[in-house]
């Protein structure tokens, strides 16, 4: 899906890359106002993720039951009948036939379905974070590229951020670190200007246990930025009987220490306002019924950092 071609593009622009959002003055993914581009498709799969509709790099289609009129239009303009009428005039939605094309997206007047990612090119994403330009000329912002992770796209990735780099733009990389091809992530980490580098917990085991992957790679790649003089931001999601004692805060903030190029860690309150995002994929959320957590209770894990010297706020 990210690398459609078109004998008759330009070389740059034969690169596709599927975005699922961007999101226009943001102050919380980087210095400044910063224009954030959402890349599909996550190595990771954490129980507690906000963003479902990143976790797969292909375009799915969400359904909100709640905002259906049960008008019938989208059944009649399926062209593979994945869309049905039930017994009681509900209306049933079959995956597994759905070849997402988006017409039933288009003709849904109440707005209960919404296409997850497009396909876009380099030149039409650069377009759109240039619309910005002036803020981060007077903010010291830019643009961060995000997902989902964004480095499972990396010819788009690689091809937008020349494009950036270019145009002088401030670019971030916001990463899980699950990068094994060092290639990759040594070309990546050369066009970006700043690394927000997410680390759940220094537990390799447990770490395996709850994302599906070891952090071996990601703790590895964050060593690699820091040994090359790439700014990092460490960012630290807290999650309620994952990583919120103080002993996972000690081990990643001793960790933290051995990066000499580190601008800060921010510490990420758990929240569930994606839960209705499940919903509309028809996924369980593991953490759905878990209580957010408000930033005064990560007070004392943000001592932890501050103890040891080390830039830390609650973001």
Not at 111 to 121: D, E, I, T, V
Request: hydrophobic residues 35%.
């Amino acid at each position: 899906m990210s690398n459609k071609k078109d004998a008759s593009c330009t070389a740059v622009d034969c690169i596709q890359g599927t975005v699922f959002d961007i999101q226009d003055y943001s102050i919380h993914d980087g210095p400044g106002i910063r224009t954030v581009v959402f890349l599909k498709g996550c190595p990771l799969s954490c129980p507690w993720c906000s963003n479902p509709e990143s976790q797969s790099r292909d375009v799915e289609i969400g359904f909100q039951k709640k905002r259906c009129s049960r008008c019938g239009v989208c059944i009649s303009v399926c062209p593979v009948h994945a869309i049905a009428a039930g017994s009681d005039g509900s209306i049933l939605f079959d995956r597994t036939k759905c070849v997402t094309c988006g017409r039933c997206v288009e003709s849904c007047h109440s707005g209960a379905r919404k296409l997850f990612g497009k396909s876009m090119s380099v030149s039409l994403v650069l377009e759109e974070v240039l619309k910005s330009a002036p803020f981060y000329t007077r903010s010291g912002g830019g643009v961060t590229f995000s997902g989902g992770e964004p480095i499972l796209q990396f010819e788009f990735l690689r091809a937008v951020l020349s494009r950036c780099k270019e145009k002088y733009l401030h670019t971030a990389v916001e990463t899980c670190g699950y990068v094994q091809d060092k290639r990759i992530f040594g070309e990546i980490a050369f066009l970006a200007d700043l690394f927000l580098y997410d680390i759940k917990c220094i537990d390799d085991e447990r770490h395996r246990s709850f994302t599906g992957v070891s952090n071996r790679i990601i703790l590895e790649n964050a060593q690699y930025l820091s040994g090359i003089g790439k700014d990092i931001i460490l960012r630290v999601p807290i999650i309620p009987d994952f990583n919120d004692s103080v002993d996972d805060m000690s081990g990643i903030a001793a960790f933290a220490k051995t990066l000499g190029s580190l601008v800060e860690v921010n510490l990420l309150p758990f929240h569930n306002l994606g839960k209705f995002k499940y919903d509309m994929l028809d996924r369980p959320f593991a953490y759905g019924g878990v209580s957010a957590l408000w930033p005064e209770q990560l007070d004392g894990l943000l001592d932890v950092f501050k103890v040891q010297e080390i830039p830390c706020r609650i973001d």
